[in-house]
Every structure is written in C-alpha cells, then in structure tokens.
C-alpha cells in the first residue's frame, strides 16, 4: 500500500493544509495509507483527532523517509527538498517561474513534481483544479476585503436621511477570481465594471449584473487553456487610457490579471491610482507576481495620494478552513490518476500528468521552466 505523508505547512503566512477529514474519505477508497505530521492542520482549524477519525495516521518529520507520495500546499524550501526520498513523487504549488532553485533542486533528487498550478483546465482535470478553487475564495475575500476598508456602503440606500449612492467597483480580469468578486460585489449591492481582453468574458460578465468596459479596436485575445494572452504595448496603451478614465470614478478595483509562468502585467499607472478619488482602495491578486498595480508591495499597504493598494495573494490562507477542504480535495482528485489496484505508477501518456509535470527522473520537463532554467534566470 502506497504511503501518502502530508507534512506542516512551514511558509510564512501559510495556513492551509493539503488534506481534510473530508478529503481523506476519497483517499481511503484508493488504498493509500496517509500519514499527517502531527499539528499540521493546527492553524486551519483541524485537530489530529478529526484526522484521525477519518483515517490518517498522525505522524512525525521522520515518517517522510518512507512515502512514496508527499502533498503539500506551498512550495518546498531547499531543507524541505533535500529531505523528501529519491523518487518519491510530490503533489505541490511551485510557482517554478519564482521557484527555480527550489525546481533544480527537486529535479537533482530525482523527484517526479506535479505542480498543481500547472494542471491542464480540461473538463476531466476540474476536480485536481487547485488555481480556480483557491481563485474562488481570493475573489471572494478581495471584495469583503475592499467593503471592510472602505469608508462606504456597498449597495444603494434611500433614508430619510436622502440617497446614498451604490459604490462603484472595477474588476480587472474576467476569470475565476474576477467573476467571484464580481458575484460576490453585486450581492452587497455594488455598482460593477469589468475589463478583460477575453470575448466570452463579456458575456459572464453580463449574465452577473455587471458592466463590460470596452477597449477600442480590441480583438479576442484568448489564450491557450482559456487563459489571456500576453498583449502588446499598443493595446495597454488604448486600455489604459479607457481604464484611466473609469478608474477615475471607482471607489474600489480589484485586479486578478496572471499569465501562467510569467510576470502579471501592469494594468494601474501610478497616473491611474492618482486619478482615483480619495479614500479608495485597489486589491491586487496578482500580488505574488509582481502586481497588476505598479505601486502594490507584498510586504504591505501602500498609501498613495489617499489611495490605499492592498496586496492579496495571500487571502486564500486567510480562509484556511474553506481553502484547505477544496484544495484536499483537488489533491485527493489528482491522487486517483496515480493509484492503480493499490499501486502508484505515473502514466505519462496522461494529458493531465503530462501537462502538470514539472521535473521527473532527474530532469526538468516543462519546457518553459527548462528555458528559464537554461538561460541563467536563476
């Protein structure tokens, strides 16, 4: 029986655990034997007790030497790497186009990593979609974050008093995150624009209540797997300007634009944050890859011209409960293309293996954390 080791979430900040009472009632149908080190589910709200109950093992640092399988939420630290087995087979975010240390590293211990960022959006991957599910909550926070540091009411009120107006929030980026907020806003009542340089994003956007902000010119740019392509500078510039213009009556804007292993593009100016009214706030999820607001820091808020940027890459962990049982859950998913009749075995021929491995007996096989690997970005 394969043995599954689930260690303490060690990253700063990080909250989450990658397995759950609830996922363990998958895993217990694939024959594994999950080992959980013990109080790693403390900050999440889960006790041993409750893993215990659900079938795991709860165990120490030194039950690691002998899984064949490890999960985890944030990415190793080199001491983690060095001491997970040769060969064992990690379940993981790696972030590998910030992480690239830490990638050479897993592919020098011969370690078979599947990064869960890197799992295809296909309709059979839904279940092991680990982005969208911790995108979900990140939408959700962003906006309760946002009506909790404004000085406003969200919705419209008419007292006695006379009318207060609906605040106006912008949304930048129609997928996952951004349609979660824009849901989420428009249950408090809030007045929503939305950009994105998707065409199907317009209508999401309208079958929610929300307002699509139209770029001149702008054609479908569409990714591969659903994602937005990167732009060129003529089009940021046009998107820019409009964005300037609507930016300049937003009480909040909640920014989620990413393109998969590269820097997320900036979107607000330092011009832009001028031109919106004091006392407003700007969220950034894409916090963690450089913003999509040019003066947003990971460390903090910064204050600009009475507008304050509020980094939030790391609100998932902020709802470590919630966060954790859909993320269990993904693994648990990813977890039943591993085991066959009780054994682990890697089906490389498997789009969704194949398209989430990211090194594998001693090399490095994504080909575009290879390239930056081989030129030097280390």
Same mark, same amino acid.
């Given at each position: 029986?394969?043995?599954?080791?689930?260690?303490?979430?060690?990253?700063?900040?990080?909250?989450?655990?990658?397995? #759950?009472?609830?996922?363990?009632?998958?895993?217990?149908?694939?024959?594994?034997?999950?080992?959980?080190?013990?109080?790693?589910?403390?900050?999440?709200? @889960? +006790?041993?007790?409750?893993?215990?109950?659900?079938?795991?093992?709860?165990?120490?640092?030194?039950?690691?030497?002998?899984?064949?399988?490890?999960?985890?939420?944030?990415?190793?630290?080199?001491?983690?790497?060095?001491?997970?087995?040769?060969?064992?087979?990690?379940?993981?975010?790696?972030?590998?186009?910030?992480?690239?240390?830490?990638?050479?590293?897993?592919?020098?211990?011969?370690?078979?990593?599947?990064?869960?960022?890197?799992?295809?959006?296909?309709?059979?991957?839904?279940?092991?979609?680990?982005?969208?599910?911790?995108?979900? @909550?990140?939408?959700?926070?962003?906006?309760?974050?946002?009506?909790?540091?404004?000085? !406003?009411?969200?919705?419209? =009120?008419? #007292?006695?008093?006379?009318? @207060? %107006?609906?605040? *106006?929030?912008?949304?930048?980026?129609?997928?996952?995150?951004?349609?979660?907020?824009?849901? #989420?806003?428009?249950?408090?009542?809030?007045?929503? !624009?939305?950009?994105?340089? %998707?065409?199907?994003? !317009?209508?999401?956007?309208?079958?929610?209540?929300?307002? =699509?902000?139209?770029?001149?010119?702008?054609?479908?740019?569409?990714?591969?797997?659903?994602?937005? !392509?990167?732009?060129?500078?003529?089009?940021?510039? %046009?998107?820019?300007?409009?964005?300037?213009?609507?930016?300049?009556?937003?009480?909040?804007?909640?920014?989620?634009?990413?393109?998969?292993?590269?820097?997320?593009? #900036?979107?607000?100016?330092?011009?832009?944050?001028?031109?919106?009214?004091?006392? +407003?706030?700007?969220?950034?999820?894409?916090?963690?890859?450089?913003?999509?607001?040019?003066?947003?820091?990971?460390?903090?808020?910064?204050?600009?011209?009475?507008?304050?940027?509020?980094?939030?890459?790391?609100?998932?962990?902020?709802?470590?409960?919630?966060? +954790?049982?859909?993320?269990?859950? *993904?693994?648990?998913?990813?977890?039943?293309?591993?085991?066959?009749?009780?054994?682990?075995?890697?089906?490389?021929?498997?789009?969704?293996?194949?398209?989430?491995?990211?090194?594998?007996?001693?090399?490095?096989?994504?080909?575009?954390?290879?390239?930056?690997?081989?030129?030097?970005?280390?």
């Amino acid at each position: 029986m394969p043995t599954l080791y689930v260690p303490r979430e060690t990253a700063a900040g990080e909250r989450r655990l990658a397995a #759950t009472p609830a996922s363990l009632r998958d895993l217990a149908r694939l024959d594994l034997d999950v080992v959980i080190e013990s109080g790693a589910g403390a900050a999440a709200g @889960i +006790s041993d007790e409750d893993l215990e109950a659900a079938g795991a093992r709860i165990g120490g640092p030194d039950d690691l030497a002998t899984a064949q399988l490890v999960a985890r939420v944030a990415p190793p630290s080199p001491a983690e790497v060095a001491a997970l087995p040769e060969g064992a087979v990690l379940l993981s975010f790696i972030a590998p186009h910030r992480n690239l240390e830490v990638v050479r590293a897993l592919a020098e211990r011969r370690v078979s990593t599947l990064a869960m960022e890197l799992v295809p959006r296909i309709s059979r991957a839904q279940s092991m979609d680990a982005l969208s599910s911790q995108a979900n @909550i990140a939408g959700y926070r962003a906006v309760i974050t946002a009506a909790y540091e404004l000085d !406003k009411y969200f919705p419209l =009120f008419m #007292t006695s008093a006379g009318t @207060i %107006r609906p605040a *106006n929030l912008v949304v930048l980026g129609a997928g996952v995150a951004g349609l979660q907020a824009v849901a #989420t806003a428009r249950r408090l009542g809030a007045v929503v !624009k939305v950009s994105d340089i %998707r065409a199907a994003a !317009k209508e999401e956007v309208a079958s929610l209540g929300a307002n =699509f902000i139209d770029i001149p010119d702008a054609a479908d740019l569409t990714g591969e797997g659903g994602y937005a !392509k990167e732009v060129g500078e003529d089009f940021l510039s %046009r998107q820019r300007h409009v964005l300037t213009e609507v930016l300049s009556g937003a009480n909040a804007v909640i920014t989620t634009a990413q393109i998969p292993g590269r820097p997320a593009p #900036t979107l607000v100016t330092t011009a832009m944050v001028e031109a919106m009214p004091p006392g +407003s706030v700007v969220i950034d999820l894409a916090a963690a890859d450089g913003g999509n607001c040019e003066l947003t820091d990971t460390a903090g808020v910064v204050e600009h011209g009475g507008v304050r940027i509020l980094p939030g890459h790391h609100f998932p962990s902020e709802m470590p409960g919630e966060a +954790s049982t859909m993320y269990g859950r *993904n693994i648990a998913g990813y977890c039943g293309l591993l085991i066959t009749d009780g054994q682990l075995a890697l089906d490389l021929e498997d789009e969704v293996v194949a398209g989430s491995l990211l090194t594998h007996d001693g090399a490095v096989v994504h080909e575009r954390t290879a390239e930056l690997l081989e030129g030097g970005a280390a």
